[in-house]
C-alpha cells in the first residue's frame, strides 16, 4: 500500500510512504509517476476546510485555494493514475455531506468548502460517465479528527475501517454513486 502524504505518517508494515502535496501539480505528477500497475484500489482523502465566516468574509482567491486542493488535485491525480489503473480498479473520493444540495445544510458558513465538495461530487458523477472504473463519493461521517474535531462521534480507526470494507466487499456501491460510508445513498 501507498501514502501520500506531505509528511509520512508513521511506520507501519505495509504502507510506502510517497511525498505528496495536492496543491502543486508538479508534485501531483511526480508521486503518481513513482506508482507501479496496476494499482486496484485509489482513496482519494486530503482536503481542507474554508473560512468559516460566511458570505461576509469570501474571498476569490481564498474560494480558489480550497477548489485547487479539494477538486483539481484529486482529478488531476486520478488523471496521472490512469495508465496505471487497473481496469476493475476503484476510485473513491472522500468527500462529505456538505457538498449535497439536499442533506448538506451546515450551519457554519464555510461557503468553500461547501462548494468543493459539491463540486468534487459532480466530478465523480463525471468520471463515472467517462471512465470504465468504479468511481465513488464517500461522506466519512463525522470523525474525531483535526477537521471533525474532538467532540465528533465517530472515531477515525473505526470510519477508516468501514471504508475499507465497504470498498473490498460485495456492498461496495455502484460507480458514480455518493454514499456514507455504510453505502446509504445521499441524495446529490
Ligand atoms: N472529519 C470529519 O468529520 C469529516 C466529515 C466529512 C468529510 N470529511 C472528509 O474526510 C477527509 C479527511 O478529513 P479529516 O477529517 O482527516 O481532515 P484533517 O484532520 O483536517 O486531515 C486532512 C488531511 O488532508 C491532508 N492535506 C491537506 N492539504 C493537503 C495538501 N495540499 N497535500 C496533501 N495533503 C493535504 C492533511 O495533511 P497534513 O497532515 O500534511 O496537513 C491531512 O492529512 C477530507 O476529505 C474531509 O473533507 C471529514
Same mark, same amino acid.
Given at each position: 500500500?501507498?501514502?501520500?502524504?506531505?509528511?509520512?505518517?508513521?511506520?507501519? &508494515?505495509?504502507?510506502?510512504?510517497? =511525498?505528496?502535496?495536492?496543491?502543486?501539480?508538479?508534485?501531483?505528477?511526480? =508521486?503518481?509517476?513513482?506508482?507501479?500497475?496496476?494499482?486496484?484500489?485509489?482513496?482519494?482523502? @486530503?482536503?481542507?476546510? %474554508?473560512?468559516? %465566516?460566511?458570505? @461576509?468574509?469570501?474571498?476569490?482567491?481564498?474560494?480558489?485555494?480550497?477548489?485547487?486542493?479539494?477538486? @483539481?488535485?484529486?482529478?488531476? #491525480?486520478?488523471?496521472?493514475?490512469?495508465? =496505471?489503473?487497473? &481496469?476493475?480498479?476503484?476510485?473513491?473520493?472522500?468527500?462529505?455531506?456538505?457538498?449535497?444540495?439536499?442533506?448538506?445544510? /451546515? &450551519?457554519?458558513?464555510?461557503?468553500?468548502?461547501?462548494?468543493?465538495?459539491?463540486?468534487?461530487?459532480?466530478?465523480?458523477?463525471? #468520471?463515472?460517465? /467517462?471512465?470504465?472504473?468504479?468511481?465513488?463519493?464517500?461522506?466519512?461521517?463525522?470523525?474525531?479528527?483535526?477537521?471533525?474535531?474532538?467532540?465528533?462521534? /465517530?472515531? &477515525? /480507526?473505526?470510519?477508516?475501517?468501514?471504508?475499507?470494507? #465497504?470498498?473490498?466487499?460485495?456492498?461496495?456501491?455502484?460507480?458514480?454513486?455518493?454514499?456514507?460510508?455504510?453505502?446509504?445513498?445521499?441524495a446529490p
Amino acid at each position: 500500500m501507498l501514502a501520500l502524504a506531505r509528511k509520512p505518517g508513521p511506520d507501519l &508494515p505495509g504502507v510506502t510512504p510517497v =511525498a505528496y502535496d495536492q496543491s502543486d501539480e508538479s508534485s501531483i505528477r511526480r =508521486a503518481a509517476s513513482a506508482i507501479a500497475a496496476p494499482v486496484d484500489y485509489v482513496l482519494h482523502n @486530503a482536503a481542507i476546510r %474554508g473560512d468559516t %465566516g460566511g458570505l @461576509a468574509t469570501l474571498t476569490a482567491d481564498h474560494l480558489a485555494e480550497v477548489m485547487r486542493i479539494n477538486v @483539481a488535485g484529486p482529478l488531476l #491525480l486520478t488523471r496521472a493514475l490512469l495508465p =496505471a489503473l487497473a &481496469p476493475d480498479a476503484v476510485l473513491s473520493f472522500i468527500s462529505s455531506r456538505a457538498g449535497s444540495f439536499t442533506e448538506g445544510h /451546515d &450551519p457554519d458558513g464555510d461557503y468553500a468548502y461547501c462548494l468543493s465538495k459539491a463540486a468534487l461530487n459532480r466530478a465523480v458523477a463525471k #468520471l463515472a460517465d /467517462d471512465l470504465p472504473q468504479r468511481v465513488l463519493a464517500l461522506h466519512p461521517g463525522w470523525i474525531a479528527t483535526d477537521m471533525g474535531g474532538p467532540g465528533a462521534p /465517530d472515531d &477515525p /480507526d473505526e470510519a477508516a475501517r468501514r471504508i475499507v470494507a #465497504l470498498l473490498a466487499g460485495p456492498a461496495c456501491p455502484p460507480s458514480g454513486s455518493f454514499t456514507d460510508n455504510w453505502g446509504l445513498p445521499i441524495a446529490p
